[in-house]
């Protein structure tokens, strides 16, 4: 609180590169999740307060709502820049009300991954025909998986979907399932 106090009072320019929601809620990475909206006027009485990072006496998500609303609150040499347009939508929305939000799309290294699929091509025997959709998690939730079969039956015949590091026993069998990686050279034949 007091580096962001002392860079809002000398007026420092600052870029905060986001990734979820939390900057903005009470605590919460994903509201949507819950579909909870408290975050657009006061987070009170969290869905998610028993999830990471879980509380362990009560619910905290008014007193940080409340904190994060005055520290960030006037804050005109902050940027905001998301990896993707839903998140920079959102910002207009918040206690941040950010007028400087800018989405930059996370780039892959094309030298490490490339278009040239023949090692996982022909590991998993899948056809020259088919298009390969990677999709990795560090740690995989229910609903991220549920958007991966969802994906899976809207891309249809055409694609081949493979996820990393997921366990099995959630994921459609129309998706290839890689849950620990044994051979890196995979990841970088994508």
């Not at 409340?66 to 839903?86: G, H, M, P, Q």
């Not at 249809?156 to 129309?174: E, F, M, R, S």
């Not at 051979?183 to 034949?189: A, E, G, V």
Request: glycine share 2%.
């Amino acid at each position: 609180e007091m580096l962001i106090h002392y860079l809002k009072v000398k007026k420092i320019p600052v870029v905060f590169s986001l990734h979820d929601t939390w900057l903005f809620t009470g605590k919460c990475f994903d509201y949507e999740n819950d579909e909870c909206l408290r975050w657009k006027k006061l987070c009170k009485k969290c869905p998610q307060k028993k999830r990471y990072p879980a509380w362990l006496f009560g619910d905290a998500s008014t007193k940080n709502f409340l904190r994060k609303k005055a520290l960030f609150s006037n804050f005109d040499s902050a940027i905001y820049v998301t990896n993707f347009e839903w998140l920079r939508s959102q910002l207009s929305k918040t206690l941040l009300k950010a007028k400087n939000a800018y989405c930059i799309y996370n780039g892959i290294d094309t030298t490490k991954f490339s278009s040239n699929s023949k090692i996982i091509r022909k590991e998993f025997h899948i056809p020259e025909n088919k298009r390969i959709i990677l999709c990795y998690a560090d740690k995989w939730e229910n609903n991220s998986l549920l958007t991966v079969q969802q994906l899976t039956e809207i891309m249809g015949n055409d694609y081949q979907i493979i996820i990393l590091n997921a366990p099995k026993k959630y994921v459609t069998k129309k998706a290839i399932v890689i849950p620990k990686m044994k051979n890196k050279s995979l990841i970088t034949d994508c």
